[in-house]
C-alpha cells in the first residue's frame, strides 16, 4: 500500500505549465487545452505522460484494477463490460477508426477530448491520472496479434501474451466471418 500512497502524492502545480508534448484533439487536431476537465492529483504518471506520452501504469497491476472499476462505471455501457464492443467499438482488438489509438498519445487524445457521435469527451468524468488508469487496463485485456501492439516497445511485443479474447466479441467474429 505503501507505494501506492506513494504514487498518488500530490503537487497541484497545474498540468499545462508541464506539457511538452503536443495533444491534439483525435477529429479536428486542436490543441488540447488543459485548463478544462476534472482537476486531479498531478502524480509521477501524470506528470511523466505530460512530458513523453508514455503511460507509466502499463502492466502495473494496482493501477490496473483501479483502472478496471472506472472502466466499468464510465465505459463499459457503450464498449461492453469485457472491451468487446457495444454501441461503441471493441477497444482490445487492433482494428482502430482512429489508427493514433494504437500508441499511448492517441488513446488519450480521444478519451480526454472526445471522438464524434457519442464518444464524447471524458475529461469531466475522470481525471488525467485516472484516464491512464483506464487506458492501463483496456491495454491489459488487449487479445489480437502481438505485433500490432503498437503502444509496447519492439522487446515488450515480442514477450507480450495477449489476453483471452471475450466470448461475446468472439461470437460476433465468427457470426461475421459466416456471411462475409
Ligand atoms: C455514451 C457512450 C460512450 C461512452 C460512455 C464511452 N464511449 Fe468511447 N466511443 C463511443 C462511440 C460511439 C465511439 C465511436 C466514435 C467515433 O468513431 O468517432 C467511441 C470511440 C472510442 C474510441 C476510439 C476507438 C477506435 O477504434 O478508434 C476509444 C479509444 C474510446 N471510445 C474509449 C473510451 C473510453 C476509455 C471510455 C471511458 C472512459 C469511453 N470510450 C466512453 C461511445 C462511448
Request: glycine share 8%.
Amino acid at each position: 500500500m505503501l507505494g501506492l500512497s506513494m504514487l498518488t502524492a500530490v503537487s497541484m502545480t497545474p498540468v499545462t505549465a508541464e506539457a511538452q508534448v503536443q495533444f491534439r484533439n483525435a477529429t479536428t487536431g486542436v490543441l488540447i487545452d488543459f485548463s478544462f476537465g476534472k482537476k486531479g492529483e498531478e502524480t509521477e504518471a501524470v506528470k511523466h505522460f505530460m512530458e513523453t506520452a508514455e503511460n507509466k501504469y502499463n502492466q502495473d497491476e494496482e493501477a490496473i484494477k483501479v483502472g478496471e472499476d472506472l472502466y466499468m462505471t464510465a465505459c463499459s455501457g457503450c464498449h461492453g463490460h469485457h472491451v468487446e464492443g457495444k454501441l461503441g467499438p471493441a477497444l482490445g482488438d487492433a482494428y482502430w477508426t482512429y489508427p493514433a489509438g494504437r500508441y499511448d498519445k492517441g488513446f488519450f487524445e480521444i478519451i480526454y477530448d472526445g471522438a464524434r457521435a457519442m464518444m464524447g469527451p471524458q475529461r469531466n468524468n475522470l481525471s488525467i491520472d485516472e484516464i491512464l488508469k483506464v487506458m492501463a487496463y483496456v491495454r491489459s485485456v488487449y487479445w489480437d496479434d502481438p505485433e500490432k501492439a503498437l503502444w509496447l516497445s519492439e522487446e515488450e511485443r515480442a514477450e507480450l501474451v495477449p489476453a483471452e479474447m471475450p466470448d461475446d466479441f468472439r461470437e460476433a467474429l465468427d457470426n461475421f466471418n459466416k456471411t462475409h
